[in-house]
Each structure stands twice: as C-alpha cells, then as structure tokens.
Antibody, heavy 122, light 106 residues
Framework: EVQLVESGGGLVKPGRSLRLSCTASGFTFGDYAMSWFRQAPGKGLEWVGFIRSKAYGGTTEYAASVKGRFTISRDDSKSIAYLQMNSLKTEDTAVYYC?????????????WGQGTLVTVSS | DIQMTQSPSSLSASVGDRVTITCQASQDISNYLNWYQQKPGKAPKLLIYDASNLETGVPSRFSGSGSGTDFTFTISSLQPEDIATYYCQQYDNPITFGQGTRLEIK
C-alpha cells in the first residue's frame, strides 16, 4: 500500500525557516517524481514545486510564489522527500501536502499524504 | 500563467441527479487537465487524468471530457458519498488549479 507521511509542520515566526519531510512507503520511491502542494485555510489548492526522479535528471521546478525561498530535495536511499522553506511569510501559512506523480509523469498526482500544517505568525 | 475558470463555485443537487462542472482555460492546454475530489478535512484524490481517463478504482459514474480550452466533469448519478469540493488542474507549465466547486446534497 502506497503511503506518504508528512512531518515537520508547526508554528514559525516570519523570516524563519522550516523543513518538511515526506516519508514514503509501498513503492520504489526513486522511480517517481514527487511534488508539494499547499492549501491555505479555507482556500483552494496551490502547487509549490516538484522534483523529478533521477532517471529524469532529478531536477526541480517551483511556483513563482516560492521560487528562491523554497527548495525541494530527495533522499532515495531513505525514501524521503524534503521541502526546505526559508524566509517564511505569513502568506505561507497552509496545510502542505506531499504527493507522488504517476509513473513516468510529473504533473498528475495519484497519491497524496494527509498534510501537515505550517503556521507563520509572530 | 494559465488561468482556470471553474464553475459553478458551489452546487446543490439531489441524490441521483446528473451533475456537471466546467473548467475553462485562458489558453489552449490540449488535454492537459486533471480532476480531483477533496472531502472535508482530507487530502485530494485523483479522479480523472488527461481530461477523460478514469483513474483506477474510481467509480464509472465519474467522467470527464473536453480539449483545448473547455472541459467538463460529470457525475452521472449523484451519491451521498460524492459530497466534496472538486478541482480541475491543468499542467501546461506551471501547474494551476481552478478555484473549486463545492458540491452539496439538496
């Protein structure tokens, strides 16, 4: 059974950093692109960024709203994807979801974690 | 970025009704469109990919159609468990979503 479990969320002050982790199980992690999304309270879904599998170069893409502040990385040996968030702003407050892209894809997302809440507030 | 205009924003229907949601892209996105269902307090779930393909395990009462700029998502016979918010997502770089349609039972 595919499982994605996010961790690392919490309350953080504006300007500070936070790293989220996504621990995967039930599939060959290294074969899949992984992506992060977020959802502000009561709002819709927003794509944050993704990281391709090593077979596709392991490269990353980011939404304009986080580019230069957020970094996605992966450790295939541990089946973990990371979202490093720097220079956090109050508007980054959201539930953050880790997702798996369909095999050979990086733009359609067939499994989602339960989400972890990040609150940016002084 | 490509803007996705989803309508209606909310919808109330009776069990057994046919329900239709539309999504319009601000430019041609071919069939680069997916549909997700999000139940309250839960993560989204992929229902339809590439505009018209039913994800494995998803009931056949769900369907999608369209290409270019105009897309439709249909539930052929609404069931109580279909109460959720539905989102379209385009992936003609970068990825963007429609604003969602909240579906309620009348």
């Amino acid at each position: 059974e595919v499982q994605l479990v996010e961790s690392g969320g919490g309350l953080v002050k504006p300007g500070r950093s936070l790293r989220l982790s996504c621990t995967a199980s039930g599939f060959t992690f290294g074969d899949y692109a992984m992506s992060w999304f977020r959802q502000a309270p009561g709002k819709g879904l927003e794509w944050v960024g993704f990281i391709r599998s090593k077979a596709y170069g392991g490269t990353t893409e980011y939404a304009a709203s986080v580019k230069g502040r957020f970094t996605i990385s992966r450790d295939d040996s541990k089946s973990i994807a990371y979202l490093q968030m720097n220079s956090l702003k109050t508007e980054d407050t959201a539930v953050y979801y880790c997702t798996r892209a369909r095999y050979g894809d990086y733009e359609t997302f067939d499994y989602w974690g339960q989400g972890t809440l990040v609150t940016v507030s002084s | 970025d490509i803007q996705m205009t989803q309508s209606p924003s909310s919808l109330s229907a009776s069990v057994g009704d046919r329900v239709t949601i539309t999504c319009q892209a601000s430019q041609d996105i071919s069939n680069y469109l997916n549909w997700y269902q999000q139940k309250p307090g839960k993560a989204p779930k992929l229902l339809i990919y590439d505009a018209s393909n039913l994800e494995t395990g998803v009931p056949s009462r769900f369907s999608g159609s369209g290409s270019g700029t105009d897309f439709t998502f249909t539930i052929s016979s609404l069931q109580p468990e279909d109460i959720a918010t539905y989102y379209c997502q385009q992936y003609d770089n970068p990825i963007t979503f429609g604003q969602g349609t909240r579906l309620e039972i009348k």
